[in-house]
């Protein structure tokens, strides 16, 4: 069986173009799929009945199965999702004026074990297929009760639930490369989604040569994980650093900018107590993004059991912010969002089983369990 969710247009293109229906079939499929969130080719109206029944017979539009779905106090809302084999996936829905954010995972687990998150802590076991990353996206509208109302005509995205799609789930997207860009392309269609690329971003830890790709396969918005401002701290914090050091990253983000959908580059900085929050360290971030053109996003740090790391106090945070402010650079905080569920930043864990079975490092301990 075919899941259609794996699919993007193209790939739907080919697929009917092989079974000998015309292309428009195609396109009347993805908009039943995706916009009216239809999984019952029977209830595909306007799609012929032979087509129908060829595709009962070969495929299926199969999400992820739901675990479980936690609201918390502000209105964020996490879902559990099963993907088989013992592994669980988080996606997190976040409600703000004016737009809904949809948080989404790529990757069971995470390989790339940067010291602060609760992610890399459980390591990693597998890609996420299209399907099961699209296919997150394709829920929650469900369950949010949303239909895709689509543009107004005006540019707006009335009636819009989910305005806005950020991959920054559980997973390095841009190490699950191919199917991640198909997602994109499905979020993109018109057919589908019709989100616009200034609203769909794409978070990295700073995988050079993907970021290249990226940029020129299917640019959207690119938030990068800094986290520090010299190499020999973002070494201990984030061990990707040693192939990708702070030089190359910077230049990447300057082609990036060359076709990015926006002007400048999102640097998400995770402010640990004590290790990258000092006025140096702010002052030694605006020397570092001298020639990227960028916006500063201040995470603090989000707390997990045995994670060795503390969050600074809230007015270390507003200075800091402060002297990135007071050099003309945009920088906000990020607030803390359905930390009452686990759903925040660093947070997410799902369940993963672990294939890199990294030894010293705390025990297997899933955050559903820590929170439960
Ligand atoms: N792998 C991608 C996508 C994950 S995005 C990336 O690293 O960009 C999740 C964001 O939350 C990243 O910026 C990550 O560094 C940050 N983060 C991880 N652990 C955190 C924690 N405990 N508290 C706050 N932010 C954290």
Same mark, same amino acid.
């Given at each position: 069986m075919f899941n259609l969710l794996d699919y993007d247009l193209d790939t739907l293109l080919a697929w009917f173009s092989e079974l000998g229906e015309k292309p428009f079939r195609a396109r009347q499929v993805m908009r039943w799929m995706?916009?009216?969130?239809?999984?019952?080719?029977?209830? =595909? #109206?306007?799609?012929?009945?032979?087509?129908?029944?060829?595709?009962?017979?070969?495929?299926?539009?199969?999400?992820p199965a739901l675990l479980r779905d936690s609201l918390s106090s502000d209105g964020t809302r996490k879902w559990l999702f099963d993907i088989g084999d013992a592994n669980a996936v988080e996606t997190v829905f976040i409600p703000e004026a004016g737009r809904g954010t949809l948080c989404v995972s790529s990757q069971a687990g995470c390989a790339?074990?940067?010291? %602060?998150?609760? #992610?890399? @802590?459980?390591?990693?076991n597998r890609n996420l297929s299209t399907g099961e990353i699209i296919?997150?996206?394709?829920?929650?509208?469900?369950?949010?009760?949303a239909a895709v109302a689509g543009d107004d005509g005006e540019g707006r995205d009335n009636g819009r639930v989910i305005s806005n799609v950020v991959l920054m789930g559980m997973g390095e997207p841009l190490t699950n490369f191919e199917n991640v860009v198909a997602a994109l392309r499905v979020m993109l269609d018109d057919h589908a989604y019709g989100l616009s690329r200034r609203r769909v971003t794409v978070s990295t830890v700073g995988i050079v040569?993907?970021?290249?790709?990226? @940029?020129?396969?299917c640019p959207v918005a690119l938030a990068v994980s800094l986290h520090a401002s010299d190499d020999?701290?973002?070494?201990?914090? =984030?061990?990707?650093?040693?192939?990708?050091?702070?030089?190359?990253l910077m230049a990447a983000c300057r082609r990036y900018l060359e076709r990015a959908p926006?002007? %400048?580059? #999102? %640097?998400?900085?995770? =402010?640990?107590d004590g290790v990258n929050d000092s006025d140096a360290h702010a002052r030694a971030l605006i020397a570092l993004t001298r020639d990227v053109p960028c916006k500063f996003n201040l995470i603090p740090f989000n707390p997990f059991p045995f994670s060795g790391f503390a969050r600074p106090?809230?007015?270390?945070v507003r200075d800091f912010a402060g002297i990135l402010r007071d050099f003309g650079i945009i920088a906000t905080t990020r607030k803390t969002r359905g930390d009452d569920v686990a759903a925040a930043c660093g947070q997410l864990a799902g369940k993963v089983r672990d294939k890199a079975r990294r030894v010293g490092l705390c025990p297997l301990q899933t955050m559903e369990e820590v929170f439960s």
């Open positions: 995706h916009r009216e969130g239809c999984d019952d080719f029977d209830a =595909m #109206t306007d799609v012929a009945k032979a087509l129908r029944a060829k595709l009962r017979e070969q495929a299926e539009i199969r999400p790339l074990d940067c010291a %602060f998150c609760a #992610t890399g @802590r459980q390591g990693f296919g997150q996206l394709w829920l929650a509208n469900k369950l949010l009760g040569p993907a970021i290249d790709r990226l @940029r020129e396969e020999a701290l973002r070494d201990r914090l =984030m061990p990707i650093n040693r192939k990708y050091p702070l030089r190359d926006r002007d %400048f580059v #999102t %640097f998400e900085y995770v =402010m640990l106090p809230a007015r270390r």
